[in-house]
């Protein structure tokens, strides 16, 4: 069991950078698969990245697909979504979540890209791109 948290938001222009930080407390966090995910008002949740307990693979949405970076630190049980070229429409809470890999799944390249597919969240990082 991991405990989340994300920091890292805040307001920012278009164009402008941010690198959100999501950081995990408990056991063995380089066994877990970890996705950032973001809500609009009025909007559903919706992925935005993942990465695979070992690093790889890597999955981004297409619409930050170029502009958005995911990577993981597993000695300081950190994830890091670093955010370039920001535009209004990116304004949204961002949510980091992470799964426990079984044992057998170890080995696989599978993407969790879906909300019921992660058991752990953290309460998230508001993030607002001004025009």
């Known amino acids: 069991q991991v405990q989340l948290v994300e920091s890292g938001g805040g307001l920012v222009q278009a164009g402008d950078s941010l690198t959100l930080s999501c950081l995990a407390s408990g056991r063995a966090f380089n066994l877990y698969d970890v996705g950032w995910f973001r809500q609009a008002p009025g909007r559903e949740r919706e992925i935005i990245a993942t990465i695979r307990w070992s690093g790889q693979p890597t999955y981004y949405k297409e619409s930050v697909e170029g502009r958005f970076t995911i990577a993981r630190d597993n000695a300081k049980n950190t994830v890091f979504l670093q955010m370039s070229t920001l535009k209004p429409e990116d304004t949204a809470v961002y949510y980091c979540?992470?799964?426990?890999?079984?044992?057998?799944?170890?080995?696989?390249?599978?993407?969790?890209?879906?909300?019921?597919?992660?058991?752990?969240w953290g309460r998230g990082t508001q993030v607002t791109v001004s025009s």
């Open positions: 979540a992470a799964n426990r890999v079984k044992e057998t799944d170890l080995g696989s390249a599978y993407v969790r890209k879906s909300v019921s597919e992660y058991d752990y």
